[in-house]
T-cell receptor, first 113, second 114 residues
Framework: EAQVTQNPRYLITVTGKKLTVTCSQNMNHEYMSWYRQDPGLGLRQIYYSMNVEVTDKGDVPEGYKVSRKEKRNFPLILESPSPNQTSLYFC????????????FGDGTRLSIL | GENVEQHPSTLSVQEGDSAVIKCTYSDSASNYFPWYKQELGKGPQLIIDIRSNVGEKKDQRIAVTLNKTAKHFSLHITETQPEDSAVYFCAASRGKAAGNKLTFGGGTRVLVKP
């Protein structure tokens, strides 16, 4: 089954404790992206990757890092999480060409205390 | 940058009636407009999309229309059913030139009453 898998699905942690949210897709997609979803704001892009070893900032990259060492994985790293990063996070993937349908994971709900 | 506004924020309809959600976008270079349905505890699921060279697209009970001149697009759901209850998001994209970024509207919570 084609899918985008995120782990963990839920996490409560404290300010400053480094965490990583993993994202894996099994569709051989070149393009992967991270979004955060906040009430009334829709989804906003954090980082994206056009292919292996190619990453770039989205609209709200501050406080986040990403890496793309393998095609299937695109982890999101919060090196020093703060309460304003409490949010619902989604990973998405698609073919590299412009305007391809993006497939989303089921989300990771992070609470930073 | 692109700004997408979506209305209404909530919509309650009787089963069997139609539902219409409207979105406007600001960047005339946007050329791809997908619609996503998000159910509780799930990620957004693409239900239909339209590209700027097309004015209308239909898939069974779902249709989308695009007016490039006015920079707005709409989702139409006919013969609504209780399983259509969800949050719907519109989005706009300039494609690869903008990193395939989707700019989302704020969402519409649709409730279909049986």
């Amino acid at each position: 089954e084609a899918q985008v898998t995120q782990n963990p699905r839920y996490l409560i942690t404290v300010t400053g404790k480094k965490l990583t949210v993993t994202c894996s897709q099994n569709m051989n997609h070149e393009y992967m992206s991270w979004y955060r979803q906040d009430p009334g704001l829709g989804l906003r892009q954090i980082y994206y990757s056009m292919n292996v070893e190619v990453t770039d900032k989205g609209d709200v990259p501050e406080g986040y890092k990403v890496s793309r060492k393998e095609k299937r994985n695109f982890p999101l790293i919060l090196e020093s999480p703060s309460p304003n990063q409490t949010s619902l996070y989604f990973c998405a993937s698609s073919w590299q060409g412009g305007n391809q349908p993006q497939h989303f994971g089921d989300g990771t709900r992070l609470s930073i205390l | 940058g692109e700004n997408v506004e979506q209305h209404p924020s909530t919509l309650s309809v009787q089963e069997g009636d139609s539902a219409v959600i409207k979105c406007t976008y600001s960047d005339s270079a946007s050329n791809y407009f997908p619609w996503y349905k998000q159910e509780l505890g799930k990620g957004p699921q693409l239900i239909i999309d339209i590209r700027s060279n097309v004015g209308e697209k239909k898939d069974q009970r779902i249709a989308v229309t695009l007016n490039k001149t006015a920079k707005h697009f709409s989702l139409h759901i006919t013969e609504t059913q209780p399983e259509d209850s969800a949050v719907y998001f519109c989005a706009a994209s300039r494609g690869k030139a903008a990193g395939n970024k989707l700019t989302f509207g704020g969402g519409t919570r649709v409730l279909v009453k049986p």
